[in-house]
């Protein structure tokens, strides 16, 4: 693909958007600033050393940010470029042209077991070895994997993706353009049980988990449904590899939750919520909207919207980050202490 | 159902019980008590704010503690109401009446693979795409969903439940009554290498893993086999998901493992231990009966019998709040001793 | 087997190792010290306490070091033994001999589906409802077992196996000797998103995951594939279960990364790094050659070759284990210099 075909897939690009061709090379693929060869597409973003970053780069052409001096040394460097304000999304944008995605044709696979009971739009894929029970739904255009398993009573929205081993149980409701990643279980019964003399007894888990529109599901990661109600994923969420979602938790629009992330029973989350990985959130937390949570937190009470928690239990970040740093030096202050105690008897 | 057909399923339901029919509705469904609408049932517990929490109930029939002036509330309100010890078991119960699970049938799908070398008792279920290996055994009545895997040498007992996508390797022995959620592993290699000159060396893992009677592993979690001796799991012993279970842990009648708990190679745990979410426990680490450690604590030696635990290294619960909540005041306190060292100069 | 026969599989067995064969014993199988039995092998290592753990042992036979008082009361006691440098390397060499793995037979399953573009090479066996997409590729000898899934482009080397439900995403490129545990997912796409004003916009993941020569994959562990470039995993890496590691991670060879160890994306390990269970790295953390990090450590920065590191952060393991131990005296701490302040006003 030549760069000045590319440059039309770009979103942000308008007429009056500085580029410069440079023989308007052939590109056959992209990759990382110190990295790329010739051929290749790279992307440099306002936050690096954007000059020292450039010299010595050997892709054949590049995305940067609006900077004229930026712009004269990529020229002098003989490099097609185009300037845009963000040359992230732009560079998105270009690995999707450049690296075409090949979409299942349409039909449902031989080997696949789907019930006469179910419904299954049009234009939908269904590929080797599928299962989908009596009773459940499959919207327009939807790709089911390899080896994916439907249970009944389950709604699957249109132009969703189930990639190989994923498993809906019943009462899972996915909005349209949901992604389920490879062995990712939703629907699954919550970990209800009641104390008894006799000792655990299953609480039945008889609600639904609700996917709206666009959430994306990590490999492996365990979405529970509660025994009344519902558990709830706001539109646009994305999820992690091995995220666990207890039973009945509600997100808002638009979170990110990292890998391993463990959100237990009943936990709210507002809109934009981003939880670093590791994080733990407790069983009925409430987290305000666009709150962070660094890496491995621990939350158990309420964050305020807006706030950057860290630690276990998590306080504010520059708090914890401060508490932090004079935790290592509390051998030297019990010293002290004693020191001083000494001196005062 | 009619809210006296539902009765009549509740175990500590007796004559003398007090109830209110009020009219005596139909029910066809449950939810939460701040959500409940007409013809549906909720409870309530006797660590609620009941008034309060009763004051504006939708539901037409509730399941409330032995409490004659919140008797008389929900009567004043028009609901139908029973009394009982335990509302949160009859909740479970009255969910098993209102919700009826759908057994499938016995009999084994046309595309399982089940080898004329397996022993598969009556009434069992193979759904679609199950494997089932020379040489092992599934029990009576036990429920297999499409997808899974039996390696040989695998005993499952009599009404066990496996679904999608779980994998039982060799040596794995599970106990009448046992549920293995989807994608869960049991009977993995034990994570065992010897370091040689040349790199690690796998230490074969030929052990069995052992689930008691009425064992529930959750959705992703993994339960490995040691190279000699057994890994076990107590009776009634309950997993969520994305545990993960080292070769030769043993662990007493009865635990409650959360989400994405960890416990290493050789741990021991006594009868009814609870660990919170992402608790993780050293090897040859040993856990006393009863024994709770709340979320992310990390064990490393022994806890007693009964203690409550938290932070990592794991000490005393009501112990480490306190810490914690000195923790917050690291830099004051540090500031504070430089003052008085100053001072004293 | 008889003790004699199975000593010639020991690889460090010579004519001069020091034995005694007590009637050359028929041994059936091996156990732990504490628990053999009659025909069972087991052994002792130089950490034990060695009289004390020999005496009372029921085994038949012994893999003990070179130890003459050891020797002796272990002929004394009746055993057949052989002294060796390394009984643990021979005890894993001892149950290769004691308990053989039945490797499954060359062929594709009839329930498998393979796609005529897949290349397969000679004496792969391709077990139940596997499928193998166009354009990959599959060594010579390898194993898949039942209902594993490769997408298209994908390379297998030779000799490796995929055990049940284990998934192999487009860009996965796997050398000879390599493991992929049950419902382990190779390939997947990384975790990234670009903010817009309209939601996350999903960056695509066209790189590749190398796995090189003999690394092992835990049973449910996800390795993401990055936008661009590779992700890593060095010559004989071993990964435990519940393991994610993220989009760009480069590790050296011969690493240990033991349950749920989260690695987040770009982040480098050097060679004969060792991770305890559940412990975090950051995004873009190093961490040196032949580095430790105990359970649970949370790393951001650089980790300096050979350093063994803990706590979150993570800081010099020595130093952690005297900040923790003065951690837990805080509340007297705080109290101590209430007082002082108090005298001093």
């Not at 979405?223 to 995220?243: F, Q, W």
Request: aromatic share 4%; net charge negative; charged share 15%.
């Amino acid at each position: 693909m030549r760069f000045s075909d590319l440059l039309i897939q770009l979103g942000e690009l308008q007429e009056s958007t500085p580029r410069h061709l440079a023989g308007d090379p052939e590109l056959s693929g992209a990759a990382a600033l110190d990295q790329a060869a010739t051929g290749q597409l790279s992307f440099l973003e306002p936050g690096h050393a954007l000059a020292a970053a450039l010299a010595g780069c050997g892709a054949s052409a590049l995305l940067i940010p609006p900077d004229p001096e930026l712009q004269q040394q990529a020229t002098d460097q003989g490099l097609a470029w185009v300037a845009l304000a963000n040359p992230r999304l732009a560079f998105a944008e270009a690995l999707d042209a450049l690296y075409p995605r090949q979409r299942p044709p349409a039909g449902i696979h031989a080997s696949a077991v789907v019930d006469p009971g179910a419904a299954i739009g049009p234009g939908v894929h269904i590929g080797a070895h599928g299962v989908v029970a009596a009773g459940s739904r499959i919207g327009a255009g939807s790709i089911l994997h390899p080896g994916v398993v439907i249970y009944g009573d389950v709604e699957v929205g249109e132009g969703c993706e189930l990639h190989a081993g994923a498993v809906l149980h019943p009462g899972s409701r996915l909005a349209a353009g949901c992604v389920v990643h490879s062995n990712a279980v939703v629907g699954s019964e919550g970990f209800g049980f009641v104390p008894t003399a006799s000792g655990w007894r299953k609480m039945p888990q008889t609600g639904l988990v609700v996917l709206e529109e666009g959430v994306e599901v990590g490999c492996g990661s365990t979405i529970d449904r509660p025994s009344v109600g519902e558990t709830r994923i706001g539109a646009g969420t994305k999820i992690d590899n091995l995220v666990h979602i207890g039973h009945g938790v509600v997100t808002g629009r638009g979170c990110a939750l990292a890998a391993q992330v463990g959100i237990a029973g009943g936990a709210r989350l507002g809109n934009g919520v981003i939880l670093a990985g590791q994080v733990g959130v407790a069983n009925r937390a409430t987290i305000g909207d666009r709150a962070i949570a660094s890496s491995k937190s621990g939350i158990h009470g309420d964050v305020a919207a807006g706030e950057v928690v860290s630690g276990y239990p998590a306080i504010p970040n520059r708090l914890w980050l401060r508490c932090s740093a004079v935790f290592n030096k509390l051998p030297d202050m019990a010293r002290s202490l004693r020191q001083l105690k000494n001196q005062g008897e």
